[in-house]
């Protein structure tokens, strides 16, 4: 599903988890019980990855995603992208 | 929600138990050639709009994306009409790390099949991106089929491990932009690869391949080379004859809805 994700410097892995974890919490709870929205890893410059809790991002139930105060928080020391590089992607 | 048939109803799918009625060909009628397919007119489960899993036709093997931000998305008329997958070429695919016994191992032959719609931009991406993939996401020991930029154009590239090395193919002159239904035929010692029906480009190569995973839309393991574009059907088979070959053949180009 087309999103946005948030790119968090390698040194900010904690910054990174936080995130991950409101937002996996906030889905599960109020859209599919049980669910892990967004991976987080690494990319192809170091940078630790997950998908934006936020628009164009529609949920299971046609409702755009919104950010809660305490994931604007978290999200302080990353940045938005349209995309980036996995690992693999150019190798070969 | 799971969906049972979507969008097959006069198309793929409405063989008839009556004497008489008019039955399409399509790959079930491959028999034990055919080891598994994907189509986008049967076996998906939705969670809104996005595809949270995929079985096949054949035995329901079935390729799974739990985190709700990577799954591909439903469209029901997305091509030309007919039902596909949407993938966004960013985290966007469907796989299966349990996929031992799908398709063959080591150098037995078998052949992949597809029809989908390849949609990054030559001017600006140059990302490898795997329309389908079988083996254990390790270059040397799977294979893909995928988009390639090469020399400023797309391509449709195939690649084979052979254990400690793995061969690679294209098929040059073919622009793989837009809706294509794709080939590739992997004989123990060599593989072939067709776009579109046309005459198969012969790598020499010997196979052996690792194959314990299964992607639609990535690698095998669903963590690099997303596709960009669309996905409507994914076969695996045996090694088909030339009269198999030449259904599967006329039934995928009917497929791309052009």
């Known amino acids: 599903m087309a999103n946005l994700l ?19 919490a906030y889905y599960a709870e109020h859209f599919e019980p049980g669910s892990e929205f967004t991976y987080l890893r690494l990319d192809y410059y170091g940078n630790w ?15 755009v995603l919104e ?20 690992p693999g992607d150019y190798d070969e | 929600m799971s969906v049972g048939a979507v969008g097959a109803v006069g198309r793929v799918g409405w063989q008839s138990a009556g004497v008489h009625a008019a039955v399409r060909w399509n790959p079930l009628l491959l028999g034990s050639a055919l080891l598994a397919w994907w189509s986008a007119d049967h076996g998906l489960t939705l969670s809104g709009s996005a595809v949270s899993a995929w079985a096949d036709r054949k035995h329901g093997y079935t390729l ?56 990054a931009p030559i001017v600006s991406d140059t990302a490898l991106r795997c329309f389908a993939a079988l083996g ?29 090395s793995a061969g690679t193919g294209s098929v040059s002159g073919t622009n793989f932009s837009s809706r294509h239904a794709m080939r590739l035929r992997v004989e123990p010692t060599r593989f072939q690869m067709s776009l579109d029906g046309s005459a198969l480009n012969t790598i020499n190569n010997a196979k052996d ?18 596709w960009l574009g669309r996905v409507r059907h994914v076969i695996l088979t045996d090694l088909l004859t030339t009269d198999q070959a030449a259904q599967l053949t006329t039934f995928l180009m009917q497929e791309r809805y052009l």
């Open chain 1, 6 to 24: 948030v790119l968090f410097p390698e040194s900010k892995l904690g910054s990174a988890q936080a995130y991950q974890a409101l937002v996996n």
């Open chain 1, 49 to 63: 990855v997950c998908a934006y809790y936020g628009p164009p991002f529609v949920s299971a139930l046609n409702t």
């Open chain 1, 67 to 86: 950010e809660t105060p305490d994931m604007v928080l978290a999200r302080a020391d990353g940045v938005l992208a349209e995309r980036t590089v996995w």
């Open chain 2, 64 to 119: 799974t994306q739990s985190s709700p931000a990577a799954r591909p998305i439903f469209s029901a008329t997305g091509f030309g009409g007919a039902a596909c997958l949407v993938h966004d070429g960013i985290d966007d695919c469907v796989y299966s790390l349990a996929a031992t016994g799908w398709a063959p191992t080591g150098n037995t032959g078998m052949e992949m099949w597809g029809v989908g719609q390849q949609d």
């Open chain 2, 136 to 164: 254990n996401s390790a270059f040397n020991t799977d294979m893909r089929q995928r988009r390639r930029e090469q020399s400023g154009a797309n391509r449709y590239q195939a690649t084979v491990g052979a254990g400690g």
């Open chain 2, 209 to 226: 391949i690792t194959a314990t995973q299964f992607g639609i839309g990535s690698w095998p393991n669903g963590t690099a080379q997303f």
